[in-house]
């Protein structure tokens, strides 16, 4: 999975609620072009809905069940604690 599909598992990009000032900065990395329509937005909100129902959602429900796991082990075990805890301490 790359650092990307990781952001998507944790969040839903929308893109076309994206606003520009200037038109050239209206394409996106992903060669999506920002129309920003009430339209263009139904329509990507549409077609997240249905991603997220399907087999490309429940991959992504499982996978995060597995990172779960993965974080909760960490934290127990690792040094995950020991840092989150030492930064707590600067605040104290």
């Known amino acids: 999975m790359t650092v990307f599909d990781f952001a998507v598992a944790l969040a839903i990009n929308l893109k076309q609620v994206k606003t520009f000032t200037n038109s050239k900065f209206n394409k996106l990395y992903d060669g999506t072009v920002i129309v920003g329509t009430e339209e263009a937005i139904k329509a990507e909100l549409k077609q997240t809905w249905e991603t997220s129902r399907g087999t490309e959602g429940e991959a992504m429900r499982e996978w995060m069940?597995?990172?779960?796991?993965?974080?909760?082990?960490?934290?127990?075990?690792?040094?995950?604690?020991?840092?989150?805890?030492?930064?707590?301490?600067?605040?104290?």
């Open 65 to 92: 069940k597995a990172l779960q796991g993965t974080v909760k082990t960490s934290w127990e075990s690792g040094r995950s604690k020991e840092k989150m805890i030492a930064l707590g301490s600067c605040f104290e």
